[in-house]
């Protein structure tokens, strides 16, 4: 059973399109992560958000963590072909730097 | 500055045989993580170092797998014997703080 749930599992959408993922769980964390991961590449962390209601944005990515500190987003603004990639979303418990990943979605933008 | 560093980047071996990965952190980065991921999931925490010290290592199937990290810098993670459920990427990563975490590229393994 996954601690984190990711949706949509697969979105396709052609450039300059906007678009919103979700990462929704039933357990507090204390922080949460994004990351984008390209094929036969880790992970590349985008982004830490660690307080209920916080927005970071980073250029033409904005994410959100849920004022329940239970679920978070990420929408992205006139998505291009380089944001093709599988999202990942981490959420960490304590302070003992441990974090449950979702299983992503997987994301193609089409020029 | 280098990134975490891993080797081998693939692997293919028959069933039964061992295997080890080997994974070399970013400098100063006292934690360090091995992870596993299985194809279409995210990675699954398998060992967690701080230093030298194995702080939670209860993902770690112990009857085949082992890992070590010595001298709290470079660690590697052996699977012996390998079975065909093993095939995955695995995935070190290395972190000074929540905010810096680094995954290497992985070493995917197949066991035939």
């Known amino acids: 059973t996954q601690l984190l749930e990711q949706s949509p599992q697969f979105l396709s959408i052609q450039e300059g399109e906007n678009l919103t993922v979700y990462c929704n769980s039933s357990s507090v964390f204390s922080s949460l992560q994004w990351y984008r991961q390209e094929p036969g590449e880790g992970p590349v962390l985008l982004v830490t958000v660690v307080t209920g209601g916080e927005v970071k944005k980073l250029k033409r990515l904005t994410f959100q963590f849920g004022d329940a500190r239970k679920d978070s987003s990420l929408h992205i603004t006139a998505a291009q072909p380089g944001d093709t990639g599988l999202y990942l979303c981490?959420?960490?418990?304590?302070?003992?730097?441990?974090?449950?990943f979702g299983s992503g979605t997987k994301l193609n933008v089409k020029p | 500055e280098a990134g975490v560093v891993q080797s081998p980047r693939y692997k293919i071996i028959e069933k039964k045989q061992p295997v080890a990965f080997w994974c070399n952190p970013i400098s100063g980065h006292n934690t360090l993580y091995w992870y596993r991921q299985n194809l279409g999931q995210g990675p699954e925490l398998l060992i967690r170092y701080e230093n030298e010290e194995a702080v939670d290592d209860s993902q770690l199937p112990k009857d085949r797998f082992s890992a070590e990290r010595l001298k709290g810098v470079d660690s590697t993670l052996k699977i012996q014997p390998a079975e065909l459920g093993d095939s995955a990427v695995y995935l070190c990563?290395?972190?000074?703080?929540?905010?810096?975490?680094?995954f290497g590229s992985g070493t995917r393994l197949t066991v035939v």
């Open positions: 990563a290395s972190s000074s703080s929540i905010y810096g975490y680094t």
């Open positions: 981490a959420g960490g418990m304590g302070n003992f730097n441990k974090f449950y």
